[in-house]
Nanobody, 120 residues
Framework: QVQLVESGGGLVQPGDSLRLSCELS????????LGWYRQAPGTEREFVAA????????YYGDSVKDRFTISRDYAKNTVDLQMSSLKPEDTAAYYC?????????????WGKGTLVTVSS
């Protein structure tokens, strides 16, 4: 059974940077499309970023484009989200997800989330 465990969340100030990491276990890392999603209290889950199985394609939500970078490490079985120029509206629980093929059709596995709070 595939398991995803996120880490790296915390409290930061506006303009700061933060790096989230997610480790995949129980499955073949290289076959999965990996993504990050977020959900703020009282809102629907929002797509943040995704990376293809071979790392050749990356995708970003409009609200994070040019500020966030997704990457994957095949040696560590991890997917990272480097976040910069953080804004208070980036405050949310961030979830790592994995799936086969096009992420827009839905992901198969989800982590439990890590909380990011951006506040002065």
């Amino acid at each position: 059974q595939v398991q995803l465990v996120e880490s790296g969340g915390g409290l930061v100030q506006p303009g700061d940077s933060l790096r989230l990491s997610c480790e995949l276990s129980g499955g073949t890392f290289s076959i999965y499309t990996l993504g990050w999603y977020r959900q703020a209290p009282g809102t629907e889950r929002e797509f943040v970023a995704a990376i293809s199985w071979n790392g050749g394609n990356t995708y970003y939500g409009d609200s994070v484009k040019d500020r966030f970078t997704i990457s994957r490490d095949y040696a560590k079985n991890t997917v990272d989200l480097q976040m910069s120029s953080l804004k208070p509206e980036d405050t949310a629980a961030y979830y790592c997800a994995a799936g086969i093929g096009d992420f827009s059709y839905g992901m198969d596995y989800w982590g439990k989330g890590t909380l990011v709070t951006v506040s002065s």
